[in-house]
């Protein structure tokens, strides 16, 4: 059974949600007519259900979403998605959920997390006030659609317009103050609770905050959102692809405080779990390294790495020694661990990695973010390995999450296709499908300490 139903109002953002999910690795499908519900509720972990229905009355809204929400039987996570500019009949469509789901689990306290800030897309929430690129709704072409015209910038309000259910605010500063502050936030009562968010960063605190309150006392939350806040809800709610997905290699050779903030994004997005390499080491043995990998990999890591310990280096002769070490420690990691894909940071790294990994080339897939790339390798004994690599001074704070995200999408999609299909890796590549690697290589001969950093 489905582990998540998505409830969108229309296909487009259908889609695009849909796409946030896939990249945590989940088996994501959306259909557009609710017979085919149950169809494809019991084989994928994602189940998003296109009602049409933004320009419905809100009469026909509400029975819309409930024949949907009542169509998924099972114990799922239910997600409304929300217009990015919250048009539509967003309050007459989360009653539909809320009294579908409570109607479901009579027992159980269920409220609302209306998070509808899109950081990424410039939509946020401030006071309980949504902008778009920092201006508030009712001064954006919003308020004068002709077919859905929104008359208040206060999320609450517009939610208001068509439920009764009560609302509370969480602000900025709260959400800033880290998941205690909007734990003790969320205890209030209220039915609905609308949360500021104006980053990822946000959006991952409410979520934590939220996964807590559901442990302590068995709360059963609604996402009423744009699309992120959804699939972090998700992720803090431990929600993974079914079956024992394989783990996410990370190798990265990049020492910029950029890096550092981007790994430690993926510690607290995806829970990664990094081996840090020390470059004072003179004979770092690479087999210790993948020994430590694989009890993470046991104690249930999804993402794991290696890492360059963040500290001066005085060794001239460092650079080539930790170069070779990361490229060792891949090949040995990826021959005990067989990852579902691999992600490196730095150029010289990468070029060593594959080096080492007998590769011969790439099929380059897609452009991540600028000169980030992600496609699968070509050649060798690791062969459709699905790839990732970016520069140790390029992206945001999120560009590494992006990347590993990214992997885990392509083999969730890879394991999905059978051989022979449009788009299916030179070679499959999975459990059952690697072969031992090729003699560990050192990579560029004499690299440069900032070439190892870049």
Known sequence: MAQILVVADDLTGSNATGALFARLGL??????????VPRYAGSVDVLVVNTGSRHFTPQQSYDAVHAAVSAAAGDTLVVKRVDTTLRGNPGRELDAVVESVTARHPSTSVRVLAVPAFP???RTTVGGIHLVDGVPLTRTPVAHDLFNSVRHSRVASVIGEQSSLTTAEVPL?????????????????AGIVVCDATENEHLRTVAAAAARITAEDGTRWISLDSGPFGAALAAELGIRPAGSP???????????????????????????HYVELDPEEPAPDPRRIVRELQEAADSGAAVLGVRIAPRAVRDPGAAARILRCLAEAAAHAVKALNPGGLYTSGGDVAAAVTGALGAEGFQIEAEV?????????????????????KGGLIGGPDAAVACLERLRAMHTRGALRAPGEPGFPVRPYGPGTAQAGSAPGSGPDHPTEEEVSS
């Open 369 to 389: 973010l600028p000169l980030a790339v992600a496609g699968h390798l070509v050649g060798g004994p690791h062969s459709g390995l699905p790839f990732a690599t």
């Open 173 to 189: 500063d709260v959400v800033e103050d880290g998941v205690g502050g909007v734990a003790e936030a969320l205890r209030r009562p």
């Open 120 to 122: 990424d897309a410039g």
């Open 27 to 36: 088996h994501t499908v959306t259909v557009s007519d609710v017979a085919q």
């Open 246 to 272: 394989p783990c996410i290699l990370a190798v990265v050779g990049s020492v910029t405080e950029a890096t550092h903030e981007q790994l430690v994004r993926t510690e607290r997005a995806l829970g990664a």
